[in-house]
């Protein structure tokens, strides 16, 4: 699939933020950037380095920020123990800030014995959401105090107490088919489908087009989107993943230009 820059930035810049998670920490907004024409799509092939290829980019073309540094490798002796993701300054209040960024996709696993945060699982039942929390909150953004950060920081002239923690994220969430979730609004605003089993997906009568996207593109508003198949074809895909335990993420299509997003586990 081939599409523009302005189409991944866009689809990025669209994906809701799932916000309030760290109590403390400011949910990062993003605002104007002017991004030249000739930049290209990437040619990347992990999704999250498309990722921050693109805010990234947001960001030395921001009206408002200047990108003091990006992706700074934390080591003790021959060990990488972590990385500070983004320090900006602003161009208007001279204040800074520690951005980490991260692009999600959770479903909600109600079966799961868990508190509420506790029942967010990534497609593949590898990546929770309470464990990405704390991770944020005890290792990724404290890191901001390691010894070799400051000494950075101390070469720019950035005092540490000075900057202020800020999370983006961008989450894309789906909830189980056909049944009834209340949810925060906060999480409310982030549900962008559904999700079924295989057979769950077989049972669906919905007309229509269908189109089964690589991972690299899950992230792209599927109204970009041109090239779209049977859904005799769409299973064929599907099952090809399944049976190699990876979860499809599927766009449809009606004829009235309106879409939905629904994933199929393996699970």
Not at 111 to 118: A, E, H, I, K, R
Not at 123 to 138: C, G, Q, T, V, Y
Not at 204 to 213: A, D, R
Request: aromatic residues 12%; proline residues 4%.
């Amino acid at each position: 699939m081939e599409f523009t820059i302005k189409q991944h930035l866009t689809s990025f810049n669209n994906t809701p933020e799932l916000k309030g998670i760290i109590e403390g920490v400011n949910d990062f907004k993003l605002t104007s950037s002017i991004i030249p024409a000739d930049v290209e799509a990437p040619s990347i092939y992990r999704l999250g380095k498309k990722i921050e290829f693109l805010f990234e980019l947001i960001l030395k073309n921001s009206i408002d920020y200047k990108l003091i540094l990006s992706n700074f490798q934390i080591q003790e002796g021959k060990l990488t123990v972590g990385e500070i993701d983004y320090i900006i300054k602003s161009n208007n209040t001279e204040s800074v800030q520690h951005i980490e960024l991260s692009y999600k996709f959770y479903l909600f696993d109600n079966s799961l014995n868990t508190d509420f945060v506790g029942k967010w699982i990534g497609p593949n039942r590898k990546d929770f959401l309470h464990l990405k929390k704390s991770r944020l909150k005890n290792h990724q953004l404290p890191i901001l105090k390691h010894k070799s950060v400051t000494e950075k920081l101390k070469q720019l002239n950035i005092k540490t107490d000075k900057i202020k923690p800020s999370l983006l994220l961008k989450a894309q969430l789906f909830i189980p088919h056909d049944q009834l979730v209340q949810l925060p609004q906060n999480f409310q605003k982030c549900v962008v489908g559904t999700w079924v089993n295989l057979e769950g997906f077989q049972n669906l009568n919905w007309i229509g087009e269908w189109c089964v996207p690589d991972k690299i593109d899950w992230y792209i508003d599927p109204i970009f989107n041109q090239n779209w198949i049977t859904k005799q074809k769409a299973l064929i895909t599907i099952q090809e993943k399944l049976r190699s335990k990876f979860s499809a993420l599927v766009w449809h299509k009606t004829k009235e230009q309106n879409f939905k997003k629904i994933m199929v586990v393996w699970w």
